[in-house]
């Protein structure tokens, strides 16, 4: 599990950059960017629900 989580962190974080590269920067609410900017937020939101995933099975390990 500890690696799929890992795996799927490097992926949104992929995206992330990918999506970056895609933002046009004078615009960025307009057309394609619009697009990019929802794709950054959505693989930012990702990645922070699966650190806190990942930090959950830590402690719930811990406890048993």
Partial sequence: ???FINI???IAIGLCIYNFT???YSNP???D???AAIGILAS???VLLLLILRTS???AKKNR
Avoid: N, Q, W, Y
Wanted: proline residues 0%.
């Fill in 33 to 35: 960017s619009s697009i």
């Fill in 8 to 10: 799927l962190i490097a």
């Fill in 29 to 31: 609410f307009e057309g």
């Fill in 22 to 24: 895609m933002l046009d």
């Fill in 44 to 46: 930012t939101c990702v």
């Fill in 57 to 59: 099975k830590r402690i």
């Fill in 1 to 3: 599990m500890k690696t």
